[in-house]
C-alpha cells in the first residue's frame, strides 16, 4: 500500500504520535463511556463561564440581520476577516504598544496548520541545494511538530538542563552553553508555556533567543496557544513578546473554541503575506465562525478580562488540585517527579529510572481505561536526544477533566508506576 505514497505522502500518510493522540481523544469523547479517565489530549475544559458567552454571542449574530448568512454562506479573504484582523492588530496596539497592522497578520486553519506553512516555508531544502532547519532549543516539545515536514527531516534539537527541586519537583532550562545557532538553521521555535511540560520559559530566556535570531537574522517562533494575553493559561510572569523578527502565533482554541479551529499568526508583512498565500493554496479561506464569534471581544478588550479574570484562575485551581492528588496518590518513597506547573492544560511526570518505558506504561494504562501521552513522542531533532533514557521515563496528563476522571487517573497511574518499580 505504501508504494502508492510519495515521499511527501509517506511521511504525512503513514500514522504519527499526534494522529493517535487525537485519535484517542476524539474516541475517548466520542464513545468512551464513564469508565474511560481521558488524560491524554488537550482538550480544553468546559468552562460554564465562558460556554454561556459563547451562546450569547451566538444568540447576537442570530438576532442581527444577515450576521448569520454572512458567517455561514460567505468566504473570508486567505489572509482572514478584515474588520476581525484590524481589531487584533488594534488590541496589541492599545495594550502592548506594538507596531502592527493588519498586514502582519494572517489567520489559518488553526495553529497546526499554522506551523506547517512556517516550517516548511522556512526550513528544508533551497534551490541552491543547501538545507536548512529548525532549532528547537529545549526538547520535550510539541508532538504535532514532529511529523510536519514535507521532505528530510527539518529539525535540530538541544536537550535541557534539568534543575531538581525538593523531593518531588524539577524545572527543564535551555542550556545556551550548548546552543548553537550556525548557518544551516532557518528558525528558532519554541512554545511558551510548553506543550507537554508546562515550562514557561523566563522573559531572560525569551530575550536571549530573540538576541540570536537577530544576531543570525532568522526569526524566532513562539507558539503562544497556551499564553498571555489569551488565553492567558500562565500561572507566573510572562510579557508577551513581539518585534520584526518574532513570529508569534496564537489559537482560538484554548480559551474555548477547538472546533471553529482558528488559528492566528503576527510576524513582519512578508511572512503574514507568505502563510495568506499558503491558505489560498491549500484552503482557498478560513472558517469564518470562530472570528465571528470572537471579533466583538477582542475589538472591546472583553477577551483579555474573559483570559485573565475566568479562564486563567480556573486553570491554576485545575492544576493545583492536580498536583495535590499526585502528592497524595504516589508513594512518597518512587523516584517520581512533576515538572514545575506554570501553564498549559498538562503536568508532566518524570519516573527516573523506571524498568519500563512509558510506552509500555502507556499500554498498561490504557488497559485500565486510562488514556495518557508516552513522553517519548515529544523528544525529537537529534540523535542525542532519540538516545537519551530520559525520554522514555516521562508522560504527559491533562487536567482539564472532571475531577474524579482527574483523581481516579492519577490514583491508577500511581498504581501502574508503583508495580512497575516492585516488579524490577
Known sequence: MSDQFSEFGKRLCMGSGIEELMDDLGNALASGGPDVRMLGGGQPAHIPEVN??????????MASPGSLEKMLSNYDPPRGNPLFLDSIAALFRKNFGWDISAKNIAITAGGQTAFFFLFNA???????????????????????YANQSVGDDIFCACKPLIQKIGDHDFKYRVDFENLRVDDDIAAICVSRPTNPTGNVLTDNEISHLSDLAEKHDIPLIIDNAYGAPFPNIIFTEATPVWNEHTILTLSLSKIGLPGTRTGIVIASEEIASAVSSMSAIVGLANGNIGQAIMEPLIRSGEILKLSSEVVRPYYVEKSRQARAWVAEEFDAELPYRVHLSEGALFLWL???????????????????????????YFFFGDDDVDAWPHRHECIRMTFTMDERTVHEGIKIIAQEVAAAYAEA
Open 52 to 61: 454561556a458567552l459563547w451562546r450569547r454571542r451566538l444568540e447576537e449574530i
Open 350 to 376: 518524570w519516573f527516573e529510572g523506571m524498568p519500563i518505558t512509558s510506552g509500555e506504561l502507556y499500554e498498561r494504562l490504557k488497559k485500565r481505561g486510562v488514556l495518557i501521552v508516552s513522553g517519548h
Open 122 to 144: 522556512l526550513a528544508g531544502k533551497f534551490k541552491d541545494g543547501s538545507r536548512k532547519k529548525i532549532l528547537l532549543p529545549l526538547v520535550p516539545e510539541y508532538i504535532g
